[in-house]
């Protein structure tokens, strides 16, 4: 019953921590502040990085490679590259 009771104090102190701790962390965010995910663009009077844009490009080259992929399956297993 010993280790149990210390099991349930351990619980209850780490539960009541995080309790406590993340009103704070809450409260020290900035919302107005644009988060900087990369350290390297920090600095800067202006915005360096893109807006994100659509997403057609990743979507043509995913139509390529699937049709890179589906051409050599339907491929003349015969042939040789001597042809």
């Given amino acids: 019953m010993n280790a149990?009771?210390?099991y349930l104090?351990?619980?209850l102190l780490a539960l009541s921590l995080?309790?406590?701790?993340?009103p704070r962390t809450a409260l020290a965010r900035d919302e107005q502040?644009?988060?900087i995910y990369d350290a390297r663009l920090e600095g800067y009077q202006n915005s360096v990085s893109?807006?994100?844009g659509s997403t057609a490009l990743t979507w043509l080259?995913?139509?390529l490679l699937t049709?890179?992929?589906?051409g050599v399956?339907?491929?003349n297993p015969k042939r040789s590259h001597l042809d």
Avoid: N, P, Q
């Fill in 4 to 6: 149990f009771r210390r």
């Fill in 9 to 11: 104090l351990a619980l």
């Fill in 18 to 22: 995080t309790l406590t701790v993340a």
């Fill in 33 to 35: 502040e644009k988060e």
């Fill in 50 to 52: 893109l807006d994100s």
């Fill in 61 to 63: 080259l995913l139509i």
């Fill in 67 to 70: 049709g890179i992929c589906v």
């Fill in 73 to 75: 399956m339907f491929m």
